[in-house]
């Protein structure tokens, strides 16, 4: 699976981004994507995690009430919308995938990423 993710870029505190992530190389049926975000070498925190028919959905709490996650899947896409952005969101946010049906919040079970898109909330 090969992942692109686009969006990005910088917004103010209570503002609003959408990021995207299109897969290729797979039949984008049967699969796990989730979103996930890096700050300043930390680990990879798990923002989100959905199935690619999006039926199941999955959130951290951190998240919660201000992200959704959703799917084209005539586009092989994902979204991620990002709305009461705050300080502590900014990160590189990375998309993943896998295959299964169970929403893993670990970044461990995910093999497949694509690259990296800065998301900065400026205060």
């Known amino acids: 699976v090969q992942l692109q993710a686009s969006g990005g870029g910088l917004v103010q505190v209570g503002g609003s981004m959408g990021l995207s992530c299109q897969a290729s190389?797979?039949?984008?049926?049967?699969?796990?994507m989730g979103w996930f975000r890096q700050n300043s070498g930390k680990e990879h925190e798990f923002v989100a995690a959905?199935?690619?028919?999006?039926?199941?959905?999955r959130y951290a709490e951190s998240v919660k009430g201000r992200f959704t996650m959703s799917s084209d899947s005539a586009k092989k896409t994902v979204y991620l919308q990002m709305n009461g952005l705050k300080p502590e969101d900014t990160a590189v946010y990375y998309c993943a995938a896998r295959d299964g049906s169970v929403l893993y919040t670990s970044s461990d079970q995910y093999p497949w990423w694509g690259q990296g898109t800065l998301v900065t909330v400026s205060s």
């Open positions: 190389g797979r039949t984008f049926r049967g699969e796990i």
């Open positions: 959905q199935t690619t028919n999006g039926r199941s959905t």
